[in-house]
């Protein structure tokens, strides 16, 4: 009689647990992304402030990178509570140009008014011209877009 050790019977059984979950899991993935619950988000929205205001670059680049993308998964929502500590990164000479063009950028994708107005007096009255001309990109793009009807 020939015999299959018990080994090669247990990793057959092992395989074919592993494809029916790998199946069971792509039936219930979708392409849409996850709403969350109005209390989640401002957990997240606290935390981002939190981040934004970190002593780290590193750390603020990502909460502000971070706060782009939650703005674009979540247009509805108006993360106010993101302008002013943008506003300090925007503001801040001692912060790395990367930092406060990503600040700039973040505060044109809130659409505020106080965002806005950040922007154009930082386009006019900085020294650094990266920034200078980052700023003075997005003011235009702006009123592009008000004189489109968006």
């Known amino acids: 009689m020939n015999r299959i050790p018990a080994v090669v019977v247990i990793l057959a059984v092992v395989a074919a647990l592993l494809s029916f979950a ?4 792509a039936k219930e993935k979708s392409n849409e992304p996850l709403t969350y619950r109005g209390a989640l988000v401002s957990t997240i929205e606290e935390n981002l402030t939190i981040g934004m205001k970190h002593y780290s670059p590193g750390v603020r680049l990502s909460a502000i990178r971070t706060a782009r993308d939650l703005k674009a998964l979540y247009p509805q929502e108006s993360f106010d509570s993101f302008v002013i500590p943008l506003m ?6 001692n912060a790395p140009s990367q930092s406060r063009i990503l600040a ?9 008014a106080r965002g806005d107005f950040a922007i ?3 386009a006019l ?3 650094d011209s990266r ?3 980052a700023c003075a ?13 968006c």
Request: aromatic residues 4%; neutral net charge.
């Open 22 to 25: 790998a199946s069971a899991m």
């Open 88 to 93: 300090t990164v925007l503001k801040d000479k």
């Open 104 to 112: 700039a950028l973040a505060l044109h994708d809130l659409r505020t």
């Open 120 to 122: 154009s007096q930082t």
């Open 125 to 127: 009255f900085t020294d």
């Open 131 to 133: 920034l200078a001309n």
């Open 137 to 149: 990109w997005l003011v235009v793009e702006r009123r592009k877009e008000e004189l489109a009807g």
